[in-house]
């Protein structure tokens, strides 16, 4: 079962920033938190990951909060190509991992 | 690089027929995962492969589905008999074993049973 909870879907108007939320209240102090998106018809897309530290790279933001029990994924000008289904997931650290993705968010970005 | 290739793009099979996926990982890469997407039920990982072994096969549905290895670029798997209920988008994965490299996906193969 996926140990993470996102809201099912979201509208962010096209050059707005798209922050979007998830849940891990259960995570562990060895288990990181990936972002991954999935355009219609494409194969999921790795976007960005993180353990404590808020992290940047060229696609996007992950905020982690200080207690690590919650994180945003911030898109900061979103395009309409950014449309697509959102998932944050939990892998730990080490070790082989099942990779368990849950319903993700459905984010629109709005002309 | 050319990516995780799937192949065929699109199955359309009959029900009872066998059908066989095919994954070709990126080089270099040692874990292979195989999911099943349907609107119904999402992204189900069914079955992963580390260094060619299967670790953990407890999402592969049924006796039906089979899935193989057999060198270390390149997973099969088998539905025999198809039924019209396995018709769904068959995606496959891989990543490197090393530090925190992420899971690479394919295109996918849309599968339908008739």
């Known amino acids: 079962d996926a140990k993470t909870t996102q809201p099912p879907s979201m509208d962010c108007a096209e050059g707005r920033a798209a922050n979007l939320p998830c849940n891990h209240s259960?995570?562990?102090?060895?288990?990181?938190v990936y972002w991954y998106r999935q355009i219609h018809s494409q194969g999921p897309q790795y976007i960005i990951h993180?353990?404590?530290n808020n992290e940047t790279n060229e696609m996007a933001s992950l905020i982690i909060t200080e207690d690590r029990k919650s994180s945003t994924l911030i898109l900061p000008h979103a395009t309409l190509r950014d449309t697509a289904v959102y998932y944050c997931?939990?892998?730990?650290?080490?070790?082989?991992?099942?990779?368990?993705f849950g319903t993700g968010t459905r984010l629109k970005v709005l002309a | 690089d050319a990516g995780v290739i799937q192949s065929p793009r699109h199955e359309v099979t009959e029900m009872g027929q066998e059908v066989t996926l095919r994954c070709k990982l990126i080089?270099?890469?040692?874990?292979l995962f195989w999911y099943r997407q349907t609107m119904m039920r999402g992204l189900e990982l069914l079955i992963y492969?580390?260094?060619?072994?299967?670790?953990?096969d407890s999402g592969m549905p049924e006796d039906r589905f089979s899935a193989k290895m057999p060198n270390a670029s390149f997973s099969t798997l088998k539905i025999q008999p198809s039924e019209p209920r396995d018709s769904a988008v068959y995606f496959c994965?891989?990543?490197?074993?090393?530090?925190?490299?992420?899971?690479?996906f394919g295109n996918g193969t849309r599968l339908t049973v008739t």
């Open positions: 259960t995570i562990s102090g060895n288990e990181y």
């Open positions: 993180g353990l404590k």
């Open positions: 080089s270099g890469h040692n874990s």
């Open positions: 994965a891989s990543r490197s074993g090393t530090g925190n490299s992420p899971l690479h």
């Open positions: 997931i939990l892998r730990p650290v080490s070790g082989t991992y099942k990779y368990i």
């Open positions: 492969f580390n260094n060619n072994v299967p670790i953990d």
